[in-house]
């Protein structure tokens, strides 16, 4: 009899000669009936359309429960990266701006810059520049006067609404006021663009414009200017420009009267004692003056 | 139904296979535990994983698909109960028999009964698809992931086992 011959009968597989030896067996009986009585057995009830039903109903749900899932998390991505993208464009923004130091009337300032070059800022005066590339670009724009001690390194550019100061490294001064434009370099070689032109500088010159008008001025015999020292020097300056200079470093008022303010003064006034500052511009010249509490009239020996 | 352009995506294929299979399934699972709530839950879950999975499996391919689901979810999770099973020969209960021929078939469908619920687990699963359900032993082999000879094996290991059990061997 062959392997597994039970399950061959039962499948109608066993040969004509094999089933009459096994029917002639003892067994074949009581196979014959457990195999009757077992396909008689009943499996309890299935109803399948209500479960089609149940299976379809169950559908939708579990589909929606994965849509829900995923929307919150959608939406807090979008507002992660817009603020993402808020934060990131406003420290560049930030970043990119220009620093700037002012000051008022009768105020110096110092400062350093990122390459340990030095900037004194004298009264009345504003410069900005850009610390991000500074190391690339060393560019200042400047609006008064300033005295630069400048470290070796790359070109250093001064931006005035008169002209470009360009040096390597040196100490200068640059003075850009209404209708006054001065450069003096105490140190190395200033190169200076004025109406596109450009001058060099060696150290101890100075370069003047005065209305649009270079004036030839001689060298100045300090290492420094010298209001870094609280004086202000002039050489063969038109009054007018003195005057505003005392202005500016005392915050006062100057009236004058007779006076012409064309007169070139040379000479240097304090600019911490006020009296001491008049005397000094009116004693040579002989004017007069009268200080008020914010005012100061200069007047003409011989006018009241 | 084994055409390739079927899709079980598609409500009526989805419809076809679950009505073709379903009473399968529940069977299936019934004989391997003998819980009806659990094989019905069984064939909720089998195919509500092929509703999700409709994309990936073809028609063809559903009934294997289907039998898997069911019987791993209570892989060596549930305790097989007494399987019961109602005896179908109406011809007894309106018979002309006498009482000795209708009380002996009674002892032996308890005997056959009891013999049935004390089998081996794949025993018992195989030969009630094959009695019962008349399943193919190849169609058995398909949804139990054997070979043919297995569950030709396990047939014959099943009558055989009966029959000492019912005649007290």
């Not at chain 1, 990119?96 to 009337?105: I, N, R, V």
């Not at chain 1, 060298?219 to 209001?227: M, R």
């Not at chain 2, 409709?54 to 791993?72: D, E, G, L, M």
Request: aromatic share 10%.
């Amino acid at each position: 009899m062959q392997e597994n011959y039970l399950a061959k009968w039962l499948n109608n597989e066993l040969t004509k000669e094999e089933l009459e030896v096994f029917k002639n067996t003892d067994e074949y009986a009581s196979y014959k009936k457990i195999a009757d009585a077992s396909s008689k057995l009943q499996a309890p009830n299935f109803d399948i359309d209500k479960a089609l039903n149940d299976s379809i109903a169950n559908r939708p749900t579990s589909k929606d429960v994965k849509v829900i899932r995923l929307n919150p998390f959608k939406k807090l991505l979008r507002i992660a990266a817009v603020v993402l993208v808020l934060v990131t464009g406003s420290y560049f923004y930030y970043n990119s701006l220009d620093e700037t130091l002012k000051t008022d009337l009768a105020e110096n300032k110092s400062l350093v810059l990122p390459d340990a070059s030095t900037v004194f800022l004298n009264a009345d005066s504003k410069l900005s520049y850009n610390k991000n590339n500074w190391d690339e670009n060393r560019k200042i724009s400047l609006n008064g006067e300033a005295y630069f001690k400048v470290a070796k390194g790359k070109k250093f550019t001064v931006e005035t609404s008169e002209g470009l100061v360009t040096v390597l490294g040196t100490q200068f001064n640059v003075e850009n006021r209404k209708g006054f434009f001065e450069v003096t370099c105490y140190e190395g070689l200033v190169s200076v663009t004025h109406k596109n032109k450009t001058i060099k500088l060696p150290g101890g010159n100075s370069f003047l414009v005065i209305n649009n008008e270079i004036i030839a001025t001689e060298a100045p015999n300090t290492s420094a200017p010298s209001w870094i020292t609280n004086e202000s020097t002039f050489k063969s300056i038109p009054m007018l420009y003195v005057i505003q200079e005392f202005e500016r470093q005392y915050n006062i008022t100057v009236d004058t009267k007779n006076i012409d303010t064309n007169i070139l003064y040379t000479g240097t006034f304090t600019n911490k004692n006020i009296e001491l500052a008049l005397k000094s511009i009116c004693l040579p010249n002989q004017i007069k003056f009268k200080l008020e509490k914010n005012k100061v009239l200069l007047y003409a020996e011989n006018a009241p | 139904m084994d055409s390739k352009t079927d899709n079980v995506c598609e409500e009526q294929v989805y419809n076809a296979l679950f009505k073709a299979n379903s009473k399968t399934i529940f069977n299936y699972i019934y004989y391997k535990f003998g819980n009806e709530e659990k094989a019905y839950d069984a064939v909720q879950e089998a195919f509500i994983k092929l509703w999700e999975n409709c994309a990936k499996v073809t028609p063809h391919k559903a009934k294997a698909y289907v039998s898997t689901i069911a019987n791993n979810l209570y892989l060596n999770v549930i305790k097989a109960e007494k399987v019961r099973l109602k005896y179908a020969d109406k011809s007894l209960a309106i018979s002309n028999e006498s009482p000795e021929y209708i009380l002996e078939e009674k002892q032996f469908h308890e005997k056959l009964e009891k013999a049935l619920a004390d089998l081996p687990e794949n025993q018992r699963t195989t030969f009630l698809l094959n009695r019962i359900d008349g399943k193919k032993y190849a169609e058995i082999a398909e949804m139990e992931n054997v070979s043919v000879k297995a569950i030709e094996k396990r047939m014959h290991l099943a009558l055989k086992t009966l029959r000492e059990k019912i005649e007290g061997i």
